[in-house]
């Protein structure tokens, strides 16, 4: 318990110090105690809606990876680099080309392209062992990809990041976000179901399909709701739960709590880091969290990644 108190409080600590140089710095610094009408406008409008995104949308998404991992049994189960990020980005872009303006339409259409890389992975899954798994995420994820790339640079089909965040979209995340957290964060003891061997569950009573069906339709739900309102992420909704079950445990009502509040953190560091390297320009979260998260990935792999 110590250490699980110890782990909270330092990730406490890092959000906090975080939140003040977001709050303080981007293109332009100013202090929170003599702020001009400029300033809080600057602060209210822009920086507030773009901090609580990243808060959100890290919460979102790492959760969605934690129940694709307990879903899938597999430790590097990751919508981003599995074909759902990319199958929403691609099918939002599409609801923003037939009906732009209309934001939840693209929000729908997000979790409809979802859907369509999850029945893929659903239909190859009992039929390949994990890693190779893995790889038919990734051929998914490449071809959505390739698609998006085709689309036209049109009004309505702008893309989605942290940089574009207006208030309509982060209110979209926080309704729809924190309704699929609060659902995960019931459905948490699913996850630790799915650690024993299907043949048991059945003696159990419980039915390995549904279990892990629904834990998959709300990972996909999380992951297209935050692709939606601030674009693809990849690696975080691998790093923090694997992170997460080193520091807290491998029980999901541990490991869930932790997983929302490093993985708002995490995103909203590297987005504040973005924006203050190269100010008054910046870089974009998606690349550096792509740059830090492949040799992450490759680490975690080298040191034999956990079992979900």
């Not at 790339?149 to 924190?178: E, H």
Request: charged share 10%.
């Amino acid at each position: 318990m110590k250490k699980i108190t110890l782990t909270y409080l330092s990730l406490l600590i890092f959000l906090v110090l975080t939140l003040g140089l977001a709050f303080t710095n981007g293109a332009s610094h100013f202090s929170l105690t003599n702020l001009t009408t400029t300033n809080q406008n600057t602060l209210f409008n822009i920086r507030l809606p773009r901090i609580l995104a990243a808060l959100l949308a890290g919460a979102t998404i790492s959760v969605s990876g934690a129940f694709f991992q307990a879903a899938l049994r597999n430790p590097i189960a990751d919508p981003g680099i599995m074909g759902v990020a990319t199958g929403a980005n691609f099918f939002q872009l599409i609801g923003g080309l037939l009906i732009p303006g209309i934001f939840l339409n693209r929000v729908a259409w997000a979790f409809l392209g979802g859907l369509v890389a999850f029945e893929i992975l659903v239909r190859f899954q009992p039929k390949m062992d994990p890693y190779r798994l893995i790889l038919v995420g990734v051929a998914i994820n490449a071809m959505f990809s390739g698609l998006v790339n085709l689309i036209p640079t049109l009004p309505g089909t702008a893309s989605t990041s942290l940089a574009t965040v207006t208030w309509t979209s982060t209110l979209t995340l926080a309704v729809l976000g924190l309704s699929g957290l609060v659902l995960a964060v019931i459905l948490a003891p699913w996850g630790n179901y799915l650690k024993v061997d299907d043949a048991q569950l059945i003696s159990l009573g419980q039915s390995p399909k549904r279990l892990r069906r629904g834990l998959l339709l709300v990972a996909v739900f999380l992951a297209t709701t935050a692709t939606a309102c601030i674009g693809v992420l990849a690696f975080i909704g691998i790093i923090v739960p694997h992170v997460g079950r080193r520091l807290v445990g491998h029980d999901y009502n541990r490991l869930l709590p932790f997983v929302m509040l490093a993985g708002g953190w995490l995103l909203l560091f590297f987005d504040t880091v973005g924006r203050l390297i190269v100010r008054p320009s910046e870089l974009p979260a998606a690349a550096l969290l792509a740059i830090f998260g492949g040799p992450a990935l490759i680490g975690i792999l080298q040191g034999g990644p956990q079992n979900a």
